[in-house]
């Protein structure tokens, strides 16, 4: 993906935007940023590398497992457009209400987040999907999350302290590690 596209994003969606309010004026800082209920909005940084690893283009269809605040939903549907779809899942319903809000800012009807399923990883029924983006530390290769993958799709992961890109192609899983990144454990 082009610099610029990610650029153009990070100046089209405000992170203040998705900040609890007394938190709003620590945007421009590169540091992960609580936001309540334990959960963090991620260093911008972070979230930069992701999405480059990602590569979302227009047209996809992307999964923000652990979307927070909204503020990397808001991001991937800037760069998914009008014509894809971005679904958002979080556990904390104070978030999903929270970040629901956040994204009504953006007036982008394609993307939405939802809590997702008791006992259930990911948006199966929503599957598949072209990219799926995971804020949030596993402690091993989620297979589910693999198996929601369209053919010659990107997931992009945390795994322990280990940045990883996964990609299905052909019913095999290629696995590249970029780098060392710290998160909140996937649950």
Avoid: K
Wanted: hydrophobic letters at 40%; proline letters at 7%.
């Amino acid at each position: 993906m082009e610099d610029s596209a990610i650029d153009r994003v990070f100046a089209e969606v405000d992170r203040a935007d998705f900040l609890p309010p007394d938190r709003r004026d620590d945007a421009g800082r590169d540091e992960p940023i609580a936001i309540g209920q334990g959960q963090t909005n991620s260093q911008p940084y972070t979230v930069r590398v992701m999405l480059e690893l990602l590569d979302v283009r227009p047209g996809h269809r992307v999964l923000d497992v652990g979307s927070g605040s909204g503020w990397t939903t808001a991001l991937l549907g800037c760069l998914a457009g009008p014509d894809g779809l971005v679904v958002g899942v979080e556990l904390e319903p104070e978030l999903v209400r929270f970040g629901s809000e956040n994204l009504v800012r953006y007036a982008m009807e394609w993307t939405s987040i939802r809590q997702p399923e008791a006992g259930v990883l990911g948006a199966p029924d929503l599957a598949p999907y072209d990219r799926i983006l995971v804020s949030a530390t596993a402690r091993e290769l989620p297979s589910t999350l693999v198996g929601q993958l369209a053919e010659d799709g990107v997931m992009v992961v945390p795994v322990g302290a280990d940045m990883l890109r996964v990609r299905r192609r052909e019913g095999d899983v290629d696995v590249t590690r970029h780098g060392t990144f710290s998160f909140v454990p996937l649950r």
